[in-house]
């Protein structure tokens, strides 16, 4: 997580030298992991996420609005929330909204891919 905060740091920086008035960040920028058992293990609170108080900080410094993706815990503790938050100039958090269409893929002979399985 912390190589992704720094290459959004970066963006930052690029986006208030550019004169943006705000940046939108993808989704799942704080970390993609290799499985679901990874994914919720590496899930944080966005009161305990380096990587969101790090956005938080740069909103703040920069006076840059940043709308991010991010994962957040879900309440069973066995999946992952798929946020969307938005993060003021002055680093508040102000709005979040949570992704409700989950990808599902399972192709025969080829990927098999269930978001549903660690995202609530």
Request: aromatic share 6%.
């Amino acid at each position: 997580m912390a190589h992704n905060l720094r290459q959004c740091q970066s963006l930052v920086k690029k986006a208030v030298a550019a004169g943006a008035k705000a940046l939108f960040l993808p989704e799942a920028s704080d970390y993609i992991a290799n499985s679901a058992a990874e994914t919720v293990s590496l899930v944080r609170s966005v009161e305990d996420s380096d990587f969101v108080k790090g956005l938080q900080n740069e909103a703040r410094t920069s006076s840059l609005a940043i709308n991010v993706g991010i994962h957040e815990p879900a309440q069973d503790g066995e999946k992952v929330k798929n946020m969307l938050i938005w993060i003021d100039q002055k680093g508040d958090i102000v709005q979040k909204y949570q992704k409700l269409h989950l990808f599902d893929v399972d192709i025969e002979g080829g990927p098999v891919l269930k978001e549903s399985k660690c995202v609530f």
